[in-house]
Nanobody, 117 residues
């Protein structure tokens, strides 16, 4: 399948903010569930946030209150606003469609987020 394309990562100091973007290869309005994942060095990829077509959001406890997931139909883009970043947020961030609890499309390149002083 076509891949989602992530962008917006970079180097930021602890407490800083970043907004990640996810360009979808299909109409996101037709996708019931989208998610943001991340993979830290030497760790498994993990789902950190998801959003339904009705804008119901679910967050992993470690990012709750700091990250906000959203989707914008006009630009066919999903976003992840990340505030109060911590060193443990350092990872490659990916987005994907979720069907029956599993990421459906092949993985894109992701975007690197590094939180360090």
């Amino acid at each position: 399948q076509a891949q989602f394309v992530e962008s917006g990562g970079g180097l930021v100091q602890p407490g800083g903010s970043l907004r990640l973007s996810c360009a979808a290869p299909e109409n996101i309005a037709s996708i019931y569930l989208l998610g943001w994942y991340r993979q830290a060095p030497e760790k498994q990829r993990e789902l950190i946030a998801s959003i339904t077509s009705g804008d119901v959001e679910i967050y992993r406890e470690s990012v709750k209150g700091r990250f906000t997931i959203s989707r914008e139909a006009a630009t066919n883009t999903m976003y992840l606003q990340m505030n109060n970043l911590k060193p443990e947020d350092t990872a490659v961030y990916y987005c994907n469609k979720i069907i029956h609890g599993r990421a459906f499309n092949s993985w894109g390149q992701g975007t690197q987020v590094t939180v360090s002083s």
